[in-house]
């Protein structure tokens, strides 16, 4: 397909997924942005300066093979070959199982489905997750179970302009998502964060907590609703069940008892019940702060408990959601690219799936693998004498963004076989055998779905420079090189989706009546949407939940510490998270030259007085230390920081990674580690 002049398109980075029309001009690409809903004519510094990744510098045009320790260009034929032939022989010596794969929440739904059918069918093995586990698993987890379904906002973005007070619970969109804040000048905000963020600045009350102690608060603010009155009985007892037993966990947590464990004063709490109770529109919604911890799946359900007792999901103008982070962290989790999941958002131990999947498929339901291992847990297994020594990465960066960072770059290095297909180098194809050039955002089609789970075209603009290709062939020419038939692994997006559309049919996330067609006629459709005169579902459980009696569940949950209490040695909670002008681990924004001119280093922010204390000054350089590891990280004195904890953000590579000092400490349920609270220490860094 040739290059084109202009397409209508979405920004490659974030889960809103703002409108653009890219436009080939005489000096390179342009970008506009269009007024689809999400972004109303509007861009943050990331997508405005998103053609710029169309032409860096360093760009992957070559397939490469490491030979004698250096990576070299190869042809397509070699590198692929040079694939097949490990995988065979690991695959001879050791089983299926010893070949891993590891996905992302930035692939396309069709890069993600191809890639789950690939792992399953092509390797056999069940040993694939992916790194949207690190992103949204935790709140995916709790709104299963409060609803009996997923799906990141259950309405459309544009529903919160007409709120009057919307929570956000450990989330920053004003410098994740900027578009998003027209959608919240109207309602008041309720902010809980430990740092007073842009977000918080802009936000009528900020409950500041320690990190770590979100659960505590949810608790309480259930406790407040229900004392001071403000619980929905009617709602309760109409439209939901386990109500008594959530309030028996929540009853203990009275006022006083929060404001010791969290630090937020007990006039701040009744005020947030308050505002939220008597408001005639509100939503409650979480972000990645409340998300990320070793009890994240509980401390999103002590959200929806409230959001439940106050009677506002299921309700024109009122709900709860959680802002879905990568850009199709929605599509990510709904195609079969994580451990425990076949295409529709279906269970792999559920033999009705596995029935209906391998039909679609062709094969035997025997053929298919059980659930494999977590994200984390699969990293952790890399290289060890049960775990995988092949391992085949796809849009992910694990050396920067995995916790204890260390730890798993050391068994990445253990591998007899690591593959990255990426279009940038990263910190992740430094260590690779073979490195695969593959396509970006526009040089490619396909689908996306954003945090609405409203499906978006990605239209192609331009041909792809040297020889990388779509990551759609590179799995069609591994899969026919270990003997697989190539009408398995269609290499046209929209063979893929049509063939996803039936995988999908009759599952959770109902994609079968969505087509390209519908998608290219301007309709807007949401999941689920189940035959082609069907209008999609923009809004969920006006009619009821998803579970079979139509009621929601409260579940009951308690507070516990998280997996590093601050003590002695490491006396400071540190917390991690983005920055305006990175995205995940940096690979691609820190080669945009704006975006790196504007966040360029690591750095730690860190109140005066507790800098005061480690012998640091504004700009000095630091050292902060976990029990993992040490990071060094530039010195930015916050007074509004609370005095016990320090931020860092996770977007730099080398020594100033912040995921140096995070653990692998999981969530039981979810597998989320615990990226939001690292017991640290701070001093100056040459006292290391
Ligand atoms: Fe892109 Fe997200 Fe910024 Fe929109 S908010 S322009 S989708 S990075």
């Known amino acids: ?51 710029s990744l169309l032409d860096v510098a360093d760009r992957l045009r070559h397939p490469m093979v490491r030979r004698d320790g250096e990576l070299v260009p190869v042809c397509w034929d070699i590198a692929l070959d ?49 790194n949207g586990r690190f992103c949204m698993s935790s709140a995916a987890a709790a709104g299963t179970a409060a609803f009996g379904l997923d799906r990141g906002l259950p309405f459309p973005v544009t529903d919160l302009g007409g709120a009057d007070v919307v929570l956000l619970a450990g989330a920053n969109p004003a410098e994740t998502m900027p578009p998003l804040m027209q959608h919240l000048r109207s309602p008041e905000l309720i902010v809980i964060d430990p740092r007073r963020t842009a977000t918080a600045e802009q936000a009528a009350l900020h409950l500041q907590p320690l990190p770590g102690t979100d659960l505590a608060l949810a608790l309480g603010l259930l406790h407040i609703a229900v004392v001071d009155g403000y619980a929905d009985t009617r709602y309760i007892a109409e439209r939901t069940s386990g109500f008594d037993a959530a309030w028996q966990r929540a009853m203990s947590w009275w006022p006083e008892r929060v404001e010791r464990v969290t630090g937020v004063p007990v006039t701040e709490q009744r005020q947030a019940v308050r505002m939220l109770a008597e408001a005639g529109s509100a939503y409650v919604l979480s972000g990645r702060g409340a998300e990320q911890h070793s009890k994240g799946v509980d401390t999103v359900s002590g959200f929806i408990n409230l959001a439940l007792a106050l009677g506002l999901p299921g309700r024109p103008g009122g709900g709860y959601g959680c802002l879905t982070g990568q850009g199709n962290g929605q599509g990510g989790r709904e195609h079969g690219q994580k451990a425990d999941q076949l295409p529709g ?41 049960d775990g995988p020594s092949a391992l085949l990465v796809f849009g992910s960066n694990p050396v920067v963004s995995a916790p204890n960072a ?10 007899d076989l690591l593959v990255v297909a990426d279009f940038v180098p990263s910190e992740t194809t430094e260590l690779a055998d073979v490195v695969l050039p593959v396509t970006q955002w526009a040089e490619e089609e396909g689908t996306m779905t954003n945090l609405e789970g409203r499906i978006l075209r990605r239209r192609r ?31 046209r997006p929209r063979e893929v989706f049509d063939e996803l559309r039936r995988a999908s049919a009759g599952g959770k996330a109902d994609y079968s009546g969505i087509s390209y067609e519908r998608l290219d006629s301007g309709e807007a459709l949401h999941w689920p949407c189940p035959d082609g005169e069907h209008p999609g579902t923009p809004r969920l459980f006006l009619d009821g939940f998803a579970h079979a009696d139509g ?45 790196n001119d504007a966040s360029p280093e690591a750095f730690v922010e860190v109140h005066p ?39 860092l953000p996770f977007h730099f590579p080398g020594e100033g990674r912040a995921n140096l000092l995070t653990s692998g400490a999981l969530d039981p349920r979810s597998r989320m580690p615990e990226f939001k609270v690292s017991a640290v220490r701070l001093e100056p860094e040459v006292s290391a």
């Open 1 to 51: 397909m040739p290059d084109v002049r202009t397409v209508a398109t979405h920004c490659p980075y974030c889960a809103l997924q703002c409108g653009t029309r890219l436009t080939r001009e005489r000096r390179g690409v342009s970008v506009r942005p269009t007024d689809f809903p999400v972004n109303q004519g509007g861009l943050c510094q990331k997508g405005w300066t998103a053609p």
């Open 82 to 130: 040079t694939i097949a032939t490990g995988l065979d022989r690991i695959r001879a010596e050791r089983g299926p199982d010893a070949i891993g794969v590891f996905g992302g929440g930035g692939l396309t739904n069709e890069k993600a489905y191809l890639l789950g059918k690939f792992a399953r069918l092509a390797l056999g093995t069940s040993q694939i997750d992916y």
């Open 345 to 385: 958002y279906r269970m792999i131990t559920d033999q009705a799936a596995r029935e209906h999947v391998a039909e679609v498929w062709g094969v035997r339901p025997e053929v298919l693998p059980g659930p494999g291992r977590s994200a984390y847990e699969l990293l952790d297994a890399l290289g060890t004498e």
């Open 406 to 415: 260390a730890h798993v770059t050391d068994h990445l290095k253990a591998l």
């Open 461 to 491: 603009l331009q041909v792809p420079p040297g020889h990388a290709r779509s990551d759609l062939e590179v799995l069609h020419g591994i899969a026919t090189r270990l003997g697989e038939p190539g009408h398995r692994y269609p290499t």
């Open 551 to 595: 009621r929601a569940r409260f579940v009951a949950v308690e507070h516990r510490e998280a997996g590093d209490v601050p003590a002695e040695v490491f006396p400071l909670t540190a917390t991690t998270g983005r920055v305006l002008a990175q995205y995940q681990s940096g690979a691609q924004t820190r080669r945009v030259a704006e975006l």
């Open 609 to 647: 007085d507790t800098a005061s204390r480690a012998g640091l000054a504004e700009g000095a350089r630091a050292r902060v230390t976990s029990p993992r590891g040490s990071t060094v990280a530039t010195v930015r004195l916050v007074p509004t920081m609370r005095t016990d904890t320090v931020f």
